[in-house]
């Protein structure tokens, strides 16, 4: 688990093709790896994967195709949004985020507000019944709270800090973006589902 908070900026440097998607090679930035172990998990543009090779400034994590035919920002190299998974007892300061994405969205606008930023994005019909205005959503492994919902369409107001400490500040019309919907809203709808399963 995760809580969207984003740890540093870190950077794929490279990408070694494997039998089945690749290995990348991401240089870790702020973050401090040296309690990572082999095995630990590490949120990279809100993709939940996990470390299978580790230096002292360098670390390693396999990419399925499964994965990359879901997700954008893991299949070229640059610069991406990085959280280690939390432990119990640590401070939740965003909301509980799984790292499993589901879908990706497009951004729309991303126009100047002042020194803010209005960050306009279409997301996916499938998964839009999930995003409530002044709810939870994940964009690149941030979290970060609505401000509007229109049909598959939301905006978010971005403050300078976030702008500053992740990649969301180099965003604009046309990119995309991963999005994970709040943990909350799918155990709603499975809870309702079953109610409806029972009565039937």
């Given at each position: 688990?995760?809580?969207?908070?984003?740890?540093?900026?870190?950077?794929?440097?490279?990408?070694?093709?494997?039998?089945?998607?690749?290995?990348?090679?991401?240089?870790?930035?702020?973050?401090?790896?040296?309690?990572?172990?082999?095995?630990?998990?590490?949120?990279?543009?809100?993709?939940?994967?996990?470390?299978?090779?580790?230096?002292?400034?360098?670390?390693?994590?396999?990419?399925?195709?499964?994965?990359?035919?879901?997700?954008?920002?893991?299949?070229?190299?640059?610069?991406?949004?990085?959280?280690?998974?939390?432990?119990?007892?640590?401070?939740?300061?965003?909301?509980?985020?799984s790292g499993h994405v589901d879908g990706v969205g497009e951004v729309l606008r991303?126009?100047?507000?002042?020194?803010?930023?209005?960050?306009?994005?279409?997301?996916?019909?499938?998964?839009?019944?999930?995003?409530?205005?002044?709810?939870?959503?994940?964009?690149?492994?941030?979290?970060?709270?609505?401000?509007?919902?229109?049909?598959?369409?939301?905006?978010?107001n971005l403050i300078p800090h976030t702008l500053e400490v992740t990649t969301l500040?180099?965003?604009?019309?046309?990119?995309r973006v991963n999005l994970e919907i709040d943990l909350i809203a799918r155990y709603?709808?499975?809870?309702?589902?079953?109610?409806?399963?029972?009565?039937?």
């Amino acid at each position: 688990m995760f809580s969207g908070i984003v740890a540093a900026v870190g950077r794929i440097t490279r990408l070694t093709p494997r039998d089945v998607g690749f290995r990348l090679t991401v240089e870790p930035a702020a973050l401090d790896i040296s309690r990572v172990a082999l095995g630990d998990s590490i949120a990279h543009a809100g993709v939940c994967l996990t470390v299978v090779e580790k230096g002292a400034d360098w670390y390693c994590v396999d990419v399925s195709p499964e994965t990359l035919n879901c997700t954008v920002g893991l299949d070229q190299p640059g610069f991406v949004n990085l959280e280690k998974a939390l432990c119990i007892g640590e401070p939740i300061g965003g909301h509980l985020v799984s790292g499993h994405v589901d879908g990706v969205g497009e951004v729309l606008r991303f126009d100047p507000i002042g020194d803010n930023r209005l960050l306009e994005i279409r997301a996916p019909h499938a998964i839009s019944k999930y995003i409530a205005r002044k709810g939870s959503v994940v964009v690149d492994g941030c979290s970060l709270t609505t401000n509007t919902v229109a049909g598959d369409v939301f905006t978010i107001n971005l403050i300078p800090h976030t702008l500053e400490v992740t990649t969301l500040g180099q965003l604009h019309a046309g990119c995309r973006v991963n999005l994970e919907i709040d943990l909350i809203a799918r155990y709603i709808e499975r809870m309702l589902a079953w109610e409806k399963e029972a009565d039937a």
